[in-house]
């Protein structure tokens, strides 16, 4: 298993600004993930955070918008740039601790965003 | 990505068993299928996965159909605090899952 804690768990944010989110994981993981869940939604994904290189961004999420370090196997960073109130949401931080489809997946408790 | 489809809500007794459907046609053979469950103001949190045998856990069992293209998560009886959201998702070997709508489960005392 995997214990995840976030920073912060929410923040309420002005417009325009911009906020880093940190994932810490107790053990060495191979892979993390970064979702969002909208209020009353279900999760979308991110992007997948690579160790020592480029995030891999899904469809509708840039770089440059949603910019992500992975430093090493048990830290991430998500920053929110140039917020809108649209991005208000949950950000969740996600591990696996195998790369096949077999491996379970752990969840950090969230970061709530409220922009205003 | 493979798409799950599930109802929107169920309500359910307490100490009553939970049948929560699953349709996921379009699986590949290499597959895995998890579920996971939302609590209120919580992550979501791992309760099951198989390939294509039946699984049984303490938290829950799951019952795969022999085609795979659906599956039932069934909870034996239902206490109140399994009043959640539960995600169907399908797990690939590249890594990644995507979510879908999920099912609102409700337990009525």
């Known amino acids: 298993s995997a214990v995840i804690s976030q920073k912060p768990s929410r923040d309420i944010c002005q417009r325009g600004t911009s906020l880093t989110i940190q994932c810490q994981v107790d053990?060495?993981?191979?892979?993390m993930f970064w979702y969002r869940q909208q209020p009353g939604q279900s999760l979308t994904l991110i992007a997948t955070a690579n160790q020592g290189s480029e995030a891999t961004y899904e469809s509708g999420f840039v770089i440059d918008k949603f910019p992500i370090s992975r430093p090493n196997l048990t830290f991430s960073t998500l920053t929110v740039s140039n917020m809108s109130p649209e991005d208000s949401s949950i950000y969740l931080c996600?591990?696996?601790?195998?790369?096949?489809?077999?491996?379970?997946?752990?969840f950090g408790p969230g970061t709530r965003l409220t922009v205003t | 990505d493979a798409k799950t489809t599930q109802p929107n809500s169920m309500e359910s007794n307490e100490e009553e068993p939970v049948h929560l459907p699953c349709n996921h046609s379009t699986i590949s053979g290499t597959d895995y299928i998890h579920w996971y469950r939302q609590l209120p103001s919580q992550g979501p949190e791992y309760v099951i996965h198989g390939l294509t045998s039946n699984v049984n856990n303490r938290m829950a069992s799951l019952a795969i159909a022999e085609d795979r293209k659906s599956s039932t998560l069934i909870l034996h009886r239902a206490t109140l605090r399994d009043a959640a959201v539960y995600y169907c998702i399908l797990n690939t070997n590249a890594g990644k899952s995507t979510f879908g709508d999920g099912t609102t489960l409700t337990v009525k005392p």
């Open positions: 053990s060495q993981v191979t892979m």
């Open positions: 996600s591990v696996r601790t195998v790369r096949t489809g077999a491996g379970e997946q752990y």
